[in-house]
């Protein structure tokens, strides 16, 4: 957990930089700066570049899967880009003392929430795909919000043999929609997985390794997205990029209350989603105890608790006009500790510019014609990444416990499942289907009962999280 910073703690609220060091500047605390927009404005653009992949990756992968047309897609991706900069703005600024915990965290939708979505989609009827997630996302809001005062209290039952065991599967159960994309996306297609098709997403992984090692600065920061540009780029020639949707696409508007339909609640469905929403919210736990200790402001219960409603509201207010569970994005909590800009009014301005990115769907058009090929060979680094962050995290673990190595390996062996034998569970129930048929949700659950079994039965865990002080 992190440490109070030594000295007198400066209290909260907005401060300037001027031009002088003064005694008021000392005793302004680095979360709290005003910077000015010379240094503000790269700075955001660092955040914006670390997360905007990852912001238009659910909306994207979800439209696919559900068969959205270039517009719905379009639709989406706006939503997806407006709701993301609303919870970071509240996130950052906070909300008296009910929300947001005034620190420099982005929150966006999460990709830990894709598979279980997914799983969700293949097991609803056509037409009602997308509501049956929204109504689940939304109960899962309510839960976050119900459990969030507490959650400091469960801590020790995600510890991260457990969290370790989830992000890893995240990356490993996604890995199979950037390899489909790089194939051409369209597995009803002709000419699916046609060598130009694997050439494009050869190209545009080589053109992200290469900006990641020779690149310095920002241009390393945003080798992904330069791959995707130039992948693009290189696309238009062979005629393999679609300009239909920016040429349809309005210039502005907001996205339309239930444009989708209204939310269905299904059973199996809600309880999948607030499994996953457990993992969510432990892992802006996680991160709201790094930025603390990276920022030298202490996150104690009572921002813990401020941070978790930002994510339970967020979550529950977005399916309205399109979003998904929302949680921190980890990678933002690294270009803080890369750059040392602590200002939460740095990551309020790349809030800020989400926002207004949101209420311009032709934005979001640019996004959904990138060809799928090229966001393949993207995704591979994306989603590769995701697991290798599990995989550190269970480094941390304590895995030379014998016990501990059995838990890993049966909860990576349930979660990998659905993925080696898509039809090991046909004949199971319908509600089964949906919980186990997900990798992500059957990983944790063993994982969590298993944690149970070796460390909490009439014992005490020696690596479980310390519990937190609730407001």
């Known amino acids: 957990m992190a440490q109070p910073a030594k000295g007198p703690a400066p209290a909260e609220g907005p401060c300037s930089t001027p031009s002088t060091t003064t005694s ?33 990756t659910p909306p994207l992968i979800i439209g696919q899967a559900v068969g959205l047309d270039a517009a719905g897609m379009t639709r989406l991706i706006a939503a997806g880009l407006l709701i993301a900069g609303c919870a970071t703005l509240l996130q950052t600024l906070g909300l008296g003392r009910f929300a947001g915990n005034r620190l420099p965290f982005v929150n966006a939708a999460s990709s830990a929430g894709i598979a279980p979505m997914l799983a969700i989609a293949e097991t609803s009827a056509p037409g009602h795909q997308l509501p049956a997630i929204y109504g689940a996302v939304m109960v899962a809001g309510v839960f976050c919000l119900a459990v969030g ?40 297609a002709a000419d699916f997985g046609a060598m130009k098709y694997l050439a494009l997403a050869g190209f ?40 239909s949707a920016l040429r349809e696409a ?28 457990l993992v969510l919210m432990t ?16 996150s104690d219960g009572k921002t813990i608790t401020r941070g978790l409603r930002t994510d339970g509201i967020a979550t529950l207010l977005g399916p309205v006009f399109g979003g998904f ?15 040392r800009v602590r200002s939460r009014y740095v990551v309020a301005a790349a809030g800020g510019a989400l926002l207004v990115l949101g209420a311009f769907p032709v934005l979001g058009a640019v996004v959904s014609m990138v060809p799928m090929p090229v966001l393949g060979g993207a995704g591979i680094v994306l989603f590769g990444s995701i697991a290798v962050s599990g995989i550190r995290t269970l ?77």
């Not at 000015?36 to 992949?53: F, K, T």
């Not at 080589?206 to 992904?224: D, P």
Request: charged share 10%; aromatic share 8%.
């Open 250 to 277: 309005p210039v502005a508007a907001l996205p339309a209350p239930f444009a989708f339909g209204a939310p269905e609640f299904q059973p199996a469905a809600i309880l999948s989603l607030c499994i996953v929403m």
């Open 325 to 339: 569970p929302t949680s921190a994005f980890a990678q933002n909590v690294g270009v803080v500790s890369l750059t």
């Open 149 to 188: 005062p507490f959650f400091g209290r469960l801590l020790r039952f995600f510890p991260p043999l457990v969290t370790g065991v989830v992000i890893t599967l995240i990356g490993v159960t996604l890995m199979p929609v950037p390899v489909s994309w790089a194939q051409g996306g369209d597995k009803t």
């Open 283 to 298: 892992e802006s736990s996680a991160g709201m105890l790094a930025l603390g200790e990276i920022c030298e402001r202490r």
């Open 204 to 243: 545009t992984l080589v053109v992200v390794l290469l900006f990641q090692r020779f690149g310095k600065g920002f241009v390393k920061q945003i080798a992904l997205l330069l791959g995707l540009l130039i992948g693009t780029l290189a696309a238009i020639p062979f005629g393999m990029a679609d300009f």
């Open 395 to 471: 480094s941390e673990a304590g895995l030379d416990d014998s016990s501990n190595i059995i838990l890993v390996a049966v909860a990576l062996g349930a979660g990998i499942i659905p993925l080696a034998a898509p039809t090991f569970y046909a004949d199971f129930p319908a509600w089964a289907q949906t919980v186990l048929g997900s990798g992500i949700s059957a990983g944790a659950l063993v994982a969590v009962l298993l944690n149970l079994f070796f460390h909490h039965l009439g014992t005490r865990s020696r690596h479980a999280a310390p519990a937190l002080k609730s407001s």
């Open 24 to 56: 008021a500047t000392a005793e302004c605390h680095p979360v709290d700066e005003k910077l000015p927009a010379s240094r503000l404005v790269p700075a955001a653009l660092q955040h914006i570049a670390a997360m905007y992949a990852g912001v238009v």
